[in-house]
């Protein structure tokens, strides 16, 4: 085993061009695809939400159509062994929950780039890395 090579890499992802990039890196550090962890993390829906009042959605179908269309990105992409996790909540907080239950070894995420998601991305970037259970690459 390679010092470089870890048993469980953690990719979070926001489906931007960036995040798939960092899954790219990821897989070349775990040991097995199969321990390559691909998570994604929904907002919470606000009460208001017309999806919530007229109850044309729910959290379950959220989670799973997100889910879907990461196993079909995923699956063409080469990582159909990664294991994927949706979750809604907070990102900077789900993020280091999973990590620290799943005895994540590495954690890959991009950096952050100053417009649209990707700045809200990058404050994320900066929390992991201070609060992270295990080591953290950031990639550009």
Known sequence: MSWLKKNKVMVPIDFSEQSFAALAVAREMVEAANQLHVFHVLPMLHPTDPAVVWNTVTDESREQKVEAALQEKLTSAGYASAQINVVIGNPDREIINYAKANDIDLIVMPAHEERGLSFLFGSIT????????????VVR
């Open 126 to 137: 900066e929390y992991i890395v201070r609060h992270a259970p295990c080591s953290v690459l």
